[in-house]
Structure formats: C-alpha cells, structure tokens
C-alpha cells in the first residue's frame, strides 16, 4: 500500500490574485531546480496575456511554464477533470526527469482537484464529445436553463437542490454526467463517500471561472494524489485591494484595451467562420475583457462611433467595472481558500503541511515570504519539520481557521422572488430590506381619504390651498 512518503513531491502556491504567487514560484524554481505547472483556468487559453496575468518571458527567467496558453481560442473549452490528468502527466514527467514540480495558480478549483484524488465526479464520455455533438445526442442540453432544471429534478432532485435556478453551467454538467454515465450525479457521489467517510456534499465551486465537474472536496487521507507542501501567500484585503486598483491601471498603460480590442477582432472572424464559440466560458469570461468590451465596442476600429464625452464615460466605467470585479474576485479567492481548501487539510489531518506568508508588506517581502517559503521547501524535501506553517504574531488566528461548511440548498421566496442557496442565507433573508419592504402591511389612501381619489391630483391640491 503507497504513502504519502513514496508520492511524488511537489509544492502547490495558492493565494488571491495579486499577492505575487507567480514571483514566488519562479524564485522557488531557480533555487531547487523546479519547472512551474499553471493552476489559473484562465492562463490555459492562448491570448489576453495583460487581462489574465501572465507572467511576461522576461520574469520567467527561462523557468519552463507548463499549461500556459496551450489551448487555442477555436478549441473547446478544458473540464477540470481534463486539467488534472494533463498536469498529473506533466508531474510524473517532471519526477522522472530530477525535476521539482511547483503548482502555481489562483483557479483553486483546479489546484485542489489536482491535489485531493476522487474529488470530481466526471465522465470519461463528456470530454470525448464536443458541445455540439452533445446536443445533437441530447437534445435536452440545448434547452432553456429552465427547462433543463426541470428535468434535472425529475432526475436527480438531490444535485437539482444544490444549483441556483440561473447556474445554467453546472445544472447542464449534472444533466451531461446522467446521460454520458447513465448514472445520477448523488448515486456517484454516495459511492465515493462510503468509500470516503470524511467527504462532504457537491459544492458549487463559486466563481472558479472555466471549471466543469461535481467537486467533492473534504477527502480522507488515502486521497491526497502527491506529498504536497501547500504554501498560502496570504494579504490583508484592506491593503490588497488598493495595490489591485494600482494594479489595474498599469494594466490599462501596458495596453489592456488595445488586447480586448485585439481579441474582440478574433472573436468576430471565428464568429464570421461559422467557428462554434461560447462566450460564456473560457477565456471570454476573463475580468477586464467583458467589463471594457462595451466601450470597445462602442469606439469601434476607427474609434469614430460616439463622441468624445460618451467614449471617455465608457472607457472610465470599464475600468471602475474591471476594479471591482478584481476584488471581488480576491474576495471569492479567500473566502474558497479558508471554506474549502482549508477545510479539507483539516478534515485528513494535514494542515501541518501548510505553511502561511504573509505578504501584505511588500517591503518586508524578503524575509516574510521567500526567507520563509525558501527554508520550508528545503525542509520538505530533505523530510524535515517545517518552519513557518504557524501563523506569525502579527497574524490573526482566525484567519488559519477553516470556516464552517454550510449546506447548499436552493430555496425560493415567492414574495420577493428571490433563491437563496445556504439555510444561513434563508434565515437572514426575513430581516433584509427587500422582503421587508415586500411583506410591510400596504396603507388603504383610498378608504381613509376619499376625497383625494374623486378629484384629480391637481384639483384635490387646489382645493385644500382653498380651504387654507
């Protein structure tokens, strides 16, 4: 029987976008001849280097990169069961070559799928058959989301509960694993937890933009897949999302809305080629790319279609839309970090083999994240204990806490026609402003002033000047 000790060992960088994890993972490398796999959906699909953060060649420092750009823009778009098994095969390569692999990558999806063994429930079928083919088999999966929900209860009512009405992605994965597998999802599921105690529910993997598949984080210890040292790169949001917005606007100086408008161009000729595309997955859906596509858009080649108020009005709204949407998305990154991945450390007893930096001084880089993470690798792989995993003084403790799982279920307020999705969220949902609103007893003006309702409005206001 294998142990973690005769696994291959490799180390997973995680952490919100802008904390300098990419950076990190090249100094790593240079220091414990290491080649770098890419965790970031995103970063998977050729163009829009500027708006998904692709480390420029210059600060790669002749590192090898593996999983970048490596699907074109007219190919289907990667499952995370296919990201596993294409970055599993470039691990054991790396193995067999005396090489250190070094997972980098803010798609936690991903990086925890490749981590933790079984923790997708995927068909081998539905990668083989193209969208189209699919729907061409299966009528259903071109139907309305609706539609598809509806049918997805009468299937499997357990998974149908767990997705929100409007999710179409994952209500059509559900409905794609029945009919490729001829199994329902929950049946799968129950199979791997008797065989996995400590699993917990399908989540929704929330905002992993490109991700497809059940994820069934909360594994047991015969699951890890590597002997893996997890270093969390981790910032005070606070702090974070200024130097995000600074962040931003370099983008916006080193030609972010001439990229958009350059990848604006290739999606008209594929779409001009009858080149079957959904813009609601993989690369089209990289921040800063949908948020300036209306100015962009709205200029035109020549820049000619609106005036120059309008235009200047548009570029600042794309850019304040793009902001936000980064550090939402920091948000989403943490808060899946300490809910999920966390989580699932601690439920097989290996939060030991994280090791927590905090990177929220960046004059304090040096010693506070690659000091640190530099003696624990070293310490890894000589089978070491490791220094740093505990969180420093400075650090609140609570931050190193896995936050409590909730159950996802949707449930429907018909007043305020609304979904919830966690029963936290249904017990709040009474006190918030909307429902409160909809549910205030409603005042009858017209039996307590008649008057006011037999006249008009102006003359009803007029006679009471009158009688004044």
């Known amino acids: ?11 997973v960088i995680i952490g919100t976008t802008g904390v300098g994890k990419s950076q990190l993972a090249v100094t790593l490398a240079e220091k414990f001849n290491g080649e770098i796999i890419n965790g970031d959906a995103l970063q998977l699909y050729e163009g829009l280097p500027i708006a998904t953060n692709k480390l420029p060649d210059a600060q790669r420092k002749s590192i090898p990169h593996h999983l970048l750009s490596c699907i074109r823009l007219d190919e289907e778009t990667w499952t995370v069961g296919k990201y596993v098994r294409s970055a599993s095969a470039i691990i054991e390569n790396l193995i067999a070559r005396g090489k250190f692999p070094i997972v980098v990558g803010g798609t936690h999806y991903y990086t925890q799928s490749l981590l933790f063994e079984d923790s997708l429930i995927e068909t081998e079928t539905s990668d083989r058959l193209s969208v189209q083919a699919q729907e061409k088999k299966w009528p259903i999966l071109a139907a ?16 149908a509960s ?16 029945y009919l490729t597998s001829g199994r329902r999802p929950s049946d799968l599921y129950h199979e791997q937890h008797s065989a996995n105690p ?4 399908p989540q929704d993997p929330v905002n992993e933009q490109g991700s497809q598949g059940i994820e069934t984080a909360g594994q047991s210890t015969s699951s890890l897949r590597f002997n893996a040292l997890v270093v969390w790169i981790n910032t005070d949001l606070d702090k974070l999302s200024a130097r995000l917005d600074q962040r931003v606007e370099q983008m916006v100086d080193n030609g972010l809305i001439e990229e958009v408008q350059s990848m604006q161009a290739r999606l008209q000729t594929l779409e001009r080629s009858r080149t079957p595309v959904d813009s609601s997955k993989g690369i089209w859906t990289a921040i800063g790319f949908k948020e300036l596509l209306p100015y962009v858009s709205g200029c035109g080649a020549t820049g000619a279609k609106l005036n120059a108020t309008r235009s200047e009005e548009l570029k600042k709204q794309g850019i304040a839309l793009t902001k ?16 999920k991945f966390l989580r699932a450390l601690k439920e097989m007893d290996a939060l030991g083999k994280l ?15 690659e000091a640190i993470a530099t003696d624990a690798v070293s310490a890894f792989l000589r089978g070491e204990s490791l220094p740093g995993s505990a969180a420093p003084p400075t650090v609140d403790r609570d931050i190193l806490t896995p936050k409590v799982k909730m159950q996802i279920r949707a449930r429907y307020c018909e007043t305020c026609n609304i979904t919830v999705m966690t029963q936290q969220e249904w017990d709040a949902h009474p006190r918030s402003k909307k429902h409160r609103k909809a549910t205030k007893p409603r005042v009858n003006w017209q039996a ?21």
């Open 448 to 468: 307590l002033y008649p008057k006011a309702h037999v006249q008009s409005d102006d003359l009803y206001e007029k006679s009471l000047y009158d009688n004044g």
């Open 144 to 159: 309305s989301t609706q539609e598809m929900l509806e049918q997805l209860y009468v299937i499997d009512p357990e998974i």
């Open 355 to 369: 090791i927590f930096l905090d990177g929220t001084e960046l004059p304090q880089w040096p010693q506070n994240v």
């Open 324 to 339: 936000t949407a980064t550090r939402q998305y920091a948000k989403q990154q943490q808060k899946w970090i300490r809910g």
């Open 198 to 201: 400590g699993r917990e529910p």
């Open 162 to 177: 767990r997705w929100h009405p409007n999710d179409r992605r994952k209500i059509r994965h559900s409905l794609e694993v």
């Open 1 to 11: 029987m294998s142990t973690s000790i005769t696994k291959p060992r490799i180390v």
